[in-house]
């Protein structure tokens, strides 16, 4: 009997590390450096936040997204859900302990994908925590539909040179190297004409135009850059894969990615559910605790349920990716962790809002950048509505249709059948009486 909720002891005892650590030393770097963590550490950041990373690699978990065989040192992803829903309470977090996205995601394309020299250059220096890293796929005229690309990149004797628009691509400002898709074959079909090339940010014709800012950020000021790429001229060894494989990698790409999310989802949940108790313990209104209001305790009970499937849900599927090793087999669940997380992350951090009353609704707490956060997850990574239509074609797959007249679950059609199956029993007992 396989079926396990249990944590190994040892693994348990990292756990109980991280948490520890994250809610003393790494949660008050989201006070002092708010939203600052793709921003190279200047010294007086580095003597803080060194150290931690330091600590973080004593313990052996450091960048535990990849594991051995693709250069880190991860123990795979049942292990790294269950260090990410402790991540996922700050901001900081995951830059401390290496394993912050995208750069996760880029590193994990260059580990399949990569040349030994793409690895020395890319991987390596991603894997350490010295280096961001931007993914450069959405367009200002395309974003969940990728076979309406438009930017191209065509041969110039051993050089490509890429021309186009890319948007939101997050992080470029301090990213040292983009990975761009584009197209390089518009005679096939898109999932053979696209391929992605590993471009320093610094290369000339790389040209940020603006970077997006998300609703509450100053114009300009944002992270997501709109790039006009304008003759950017690279090597032949700048394609990663092999030319037409970009949709094969990006799947790789997105599959990691979108799952690393969720499990960092549950983390922020838990934090909003820990803030709704604590205010309905303390709260009190017309005679009572707010926690004796039945309102109130449906709000804790159906967050409570809310996260508790999901948490379930996506360690499942991180379960189901270390077993099969393959995220097309597991795209189903992926999927479907995608879809589901904006709603639950919403919906707790709606109703914990809520418990708060107006002081929810500030900026001197964290509850109303959350629910921003769930409307941003229901887009960044695919939308909702794309990963919906996956999730139902794999569903479908296992299905078939019937010509016959009637549903097969048919009642009058049920019986006669069952009937007819225990035809001779019916016909013995009807004589015994
Ligand atoms: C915070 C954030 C970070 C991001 N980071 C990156 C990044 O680093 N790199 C990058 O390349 N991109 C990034 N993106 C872009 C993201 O991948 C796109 O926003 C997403 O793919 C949707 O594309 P779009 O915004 O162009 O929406 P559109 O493609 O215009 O879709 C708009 C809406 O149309 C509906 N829709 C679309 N397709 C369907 C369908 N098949 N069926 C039903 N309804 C549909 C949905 O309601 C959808 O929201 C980021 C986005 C956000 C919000």
């Known amino acids: 009997m396989a079926w396990d909720f249990e944590t190994d002891p040892e693994y348990q005892k990292k756990l109980d590390w991280a ?12 006070y002092v450096f708010p939203h600052m963590q793709f921003t190279p550490l ?7 936040i060194d150290p931690l990373k330091d600590e973080v690699r004593r313990q052996g978990l450091w960048a535990t997204h990849l594991g051995p065989e693709l250069g880190g040192q991860g123990f795979g992803q ?32 260059i580990a399949h994908y990569g040349t030994p020299e793409q ?30 690309f438009k930017t191209r990149a065509f041969k110039d004797g051993d050089e490509w040179v890429i021309n186009g628009w890319k948007y939101f691509s997050s992080n470029a400002k301090t990213a040292s190297f983009l990975i761009v898709m584009v197209v390089t074959n518009p005679d096939v079909s898109p999932y053979k004409g696209m391929s992605m090339f590993l471009v320093p940010t610094d ?4 040209n940020i135009v603006r970077n997006v800012g998300l609703s ?19 090597p032949e060894d700048a394609l990663l894969g092999g030319e037409g494989q970009a949709f094969v990698i990006a799947q790789t790409r997105l599959g ?36 004796d209001k039945q309102f109130v305790q449906g709000y804790i009970a159906d967050s409570y349920a809310q996260l508790v499937q999901f948490r379930l849900f996506v360690l499942y599927t991180a379960w189901e990716i270390d077993k099969y090793n393959d995220y097309k087999r597991v795209r189903k669940d992926i999927a479907t962790a995608k879809v589901v997380m904006p709603t639950v992350l919403h919906d707790i ?47 479908l797959r296992d299905y078939r249709g019937t010509d016959a007249m009637w549903p097969t679950a048919w009642i009058p059609g049920k019986i006669d059948a069952a009937k007819a199956k225990f035809a001779d029993l019916l016909e013995l007992e009807v004589g015994n009486l």
Not at 42 to 48: N, V, Y
Not at 80 to 106: C, K, M, Y
Not at 124 to 147: I, K, R, V
Not at 216 to 234: M, T
């Open 203 to 206: 290369t000339p014709g790389v």
């Open 119 to 148: 690895k020395a250059k890319y991987l390596q220096p991603l894997l350490d925590g010295e280096m961001f890293s931007s993914y450069s796929m959405t367009e200002p005229h395309a974003g969940a539909d990728p076979t309406m």
């Open 42 to 48: 200047d010294d007086s950041a580095r003597k803080i």
């Open 19 to 30: 948490d520890e650590f994250v809610r003393e030393e790494v949660e008050p770097l989201d």
């Open 256 to 291: 990691g990615g979108r799952i690393h999310h969720a499990m960092r989802t549950i983390g922020m949940a838990q934090k909003a559910i820990d803030m709704m108790c604590e205010r309905a313990l303390s709260r009190e209104t017309q005679g009572s605790l707010l926690a």
């Open 78 to 109: 049942l292990k790294l859900a269950l260090l990410n829903e402790i991540l996922g309470r700050s901001q900081w977090a995951s830059n401390v302990f290496g394993t912050q996205a995208p750069d996760t995601g880029n590193a994990e394309i």
């Open 216 to 234: 509450g950020e100053r114009l300009n000021e944002g992270s997501h850059a709109l790039i006009h790429y304008e003759d950017v001229r690279v």
């Open 349 to 395: 951090a709606w109703r914990a809002m809520q418990v708060h009353g107006a002081l929810g609704t500030t900026n001197e707490m964290p509850l109303f950048g959350m629910i921003h956060g769930a409307a941003v997850m229901g887009l960044a990574d695919g939308p909702t509505e794309v990963h919906k239509v996956t999730v139902a074609r794999q569903v």
